[in-house]
DNA sequence: GAACAGGCAACTC
DNA sequence: GAGTTGCCTGTT
């Protein structure tokens, strides 16, 4: 992997890292293409604003190099050799096929209270609604950050949504969600759930902590674990992952076979299924 | 109108 | 403990 700093962009070239699968896999929900560019995305993480592009096998991240050693490294995993997990993963004909479908992918290292919050939204619910919810949250209550003349919204803080009630969220219209939402922002404002504490728990135990929240169960607490916790053999199961699993394992999937990955393993399970289900794009 | 969408909790037996 | 049902809202 090689990385070039130019003037006002970090390029990233490797040919383990594809922006479209990274961001489309369903691990985030805040990077939208840009308009009548390809394979341009602005986002908002860490209440930083940035494009990031690809060009070949060339990522191209807005900003210098302290921010990209600060922030952006990181937040893309870069430090990883996924290439090397692929391998290690491909125990199966299917699991390798469903790797190597997958290459490119990287699990982002989201803000843990950001992937948590996303992901009670994401319950039952389809991945454009919870874009749009989402968005709206950010734009209700987010600081704004000023990229390039526009406006974006960085997440809103636990605190803030924390003072708020219920019909506050009415805007939303997330439903049954926005009880869970103020509920959980409480919890981690008022410090009965230390998100940044159990990002060094064991992943069993801060699946536990996860699932004491209301409004969090199985799938919700494993994907704020993989994608917000960094616990990268959290094993999220919902309904594409059930049919997968089904028709390929008859639902004797073993997933302690794809540790100490089995997050990763099952971003490549989620990307094939749902890529093989739905015309390419 | 009914069924469903990247669940969860409360309730049943 | 396995199975069922209501929940907000929007789309098909």
Same mark, same amino acid.
């Given at each position: ?89 491909? $125990? ?114 801060? $699946? ?10 199985? %799938? ?22 059930? %049919?997968?699993?089904?028709? *390929? ?17 099952? *971003? ?14």
């Amino acid at each position: 992997m090689d990385i070039i700093f130019h003037e006002t962009e970090t390029e990233v070239r490797t040919a383990d890292f594809d922006l479209d699968k990274t961001f489309n896999c369903g691990q985030c929900f805040r990077w939208r293409p840009e308009e009548g560019a390809a394979r341009s995305y602005i986002g908002v993480a860490y209440g930083r604003a940035a494009r990031a592009r690809q060009i070949g096998e060339s990522v191209f991240i807005s900003g210098g190099r302290e921010e990209f050693e600060s922030l952006w490294r990181d937040y893309f995993d870069l430090g990883r050799d996924y290439a090397a997990i692929r391998a290690a993963l491909s $125990v199966d004909p299917y699991m390798a096929r469903a790797a190597e479908h997958g290459a490119g992918i990287r699990i982002l290292r989201q803000e843990p209270w950001e992937a948590l919050c996303t992901f009670i939204i994401s319950q039952c619910n389809n991945i454009p609604r919870i874009t749009q919810i989402v968005e709206a949250l950010c734009r209700l209550f987010g600081a704004p950050v000023q990229f390039e003349g526009r406006t974006l919204y960085a997440f809103p803080a636990p605190e803030t949504l924390a003072a708020l009630r219920e019909e506050d969220l009415a805007p939303l219209r997330c439903g049954y969600r926005a009880r869970y939402i103020i509920g959980a922002a409480r919890a981690v404002a008022e410090g009965r759930i230390d998100l940044e504490k159990l990002k060094d728990a064991p992943e069993r135990d801060a $699946v536990v902590s996860l699932k004491a929240l209301d409004g969090v169960g199985d %799938k919700v607490a494993h994907c704020a674990a993989l994608f917000g916790l960094g616990k990268l053999n959290a094993f999220p199961v919902d309904t594409w992952m059930k %049919k997968a699993l089904e028709s *390929q394992y008859g639902g004797r999937a073993d997933v302690s076979r794809f540790a100490p990955y089995a997050g990763i393993a099952q *971003q490549y399970i989620f990307h094939y299924a749902r890529s093989s289900a739905r015309p390419a794009s």
